[in-house]
């Protein structure tokens, strides 16, 4: 796996990227299945459940690394311009 932006949030992005790994592939095969059955909305919602689970405490700690790192560096004002020039058709949810 790649480096952080910030030497410091390494560990957390490593960590981070094995439990999405991890969880990615337990969610992709069933969900291709699932996307063939009524089931699918009550799938999606346990797999979700599960990630909250499993990797949700780990990736708030890497975001929030990263986003100090983003502030100290005086990064703010470039990551505003590329979403000023290139606006999502629809915001994520939060």
Not at 40 to 67: D, F, H, L, P, T
């Amino acid at each position: 796996m790649a480096e952080s932006l910030a030497p410091e949030c390494t560990p957390l992005k490593t960590t981070y990227d094995a439990c999405f790994n991890s969880w990615f592939e337990g969610y992709l095969e069933p969900a291709v299945a699932a996307s063939q059955t009524a089931d699918r909305e009550a799938y999606s919602k346990k797999k979700a459940e599960e990630y909250q689970q499993k990797c949700g405490k780990v990736w708030e700690e890497y975001k929030s690394c990263i986003q100090k790192a983003i502030k100290e560096n005086g990064l703010e004002p470039v990551l505003q311009q590329a979403r000023d020039e290139h606006p999502l058709s629809s915001p994520p949810p939060p």
